[in-house]
């Protein structure tokens, strides 16, 4: 796609999406964040399923130095545009359609942690470590944290945006960071099985599904809405062509028409 981005769509839909600094590991820069807001953009409108990974032995390192020290120099305005720049591209990915699944190959820091949080499915190597570094720099992790406190709860933000410490990866799944640590060389074929247990459902119930779950953890305390808008939801997709092919292929014993293709 770009120098900084790889994006590759298959003809299943599956599109991999790969962070391409890896002489910086994979660091954000004002560049990168533009290119991933475009990228997420294109495959909101063409893709089943997202992958997005890093290349070389990184996911993330998060802000790159350089560009930091650029922001360092500039106006409290500028560094708020810039920081809203930044916030829009993780809300695109966080509230994209389509199933996505963050492909960790290596460490993640600060904004990488949060690039992961904004994803639904996180699988990451054994030997990947995790930092929500930014106190360590003077700074804290603002702009991700809409993303981050939602995923790993109250309890372990306190801990971990406070202290800025690593964590293995055995933590990362403890307290709710990513899904599931595999070995090294077993990455792929994990994502590949995860793929298979995706494409088997039907993509528009899958972002009513992403759609759902905001409305219920946005709506927690009033269930008037809630009743409503989940009511009006299961309805409007028993009726709707895909909950029409998904009952009749059930009921028929054959495989929906999605999975035909």
Known sequence: MTDLLNLTIDKRGVATLTLNRPEVHNAFNAELIAQLTGAFDKVAEQARILILTGAGHSFSAGADLNWMRDMADGSEADNRADARRLAAMLRRLDQLPCPTIARINGHAFGGGVGLIACCDIAVALET????????????????????????IGVKHARRFML??????????????????RVPHGQLDSHIHDILDLLLAGGPHAQAHVKELIRLVTTHADDSEVLDRQTSEMIAALRVSREGQEGLGAFLEKRKPAWLEK
């Open 128 to 151: 990947a470590s995790f930092g929500l570094t930014e106190v360590r720099l003077g700074l804290a992790p603002a702009t991700i944290s809409p993303f981050v406190v939602p995923k």
């Open 163 to 180: 202290t800025g410490e690593r964590m293995d990866a055995a933590t990362a799944v403890r307290i709710g960071l990513i899904t599931d």
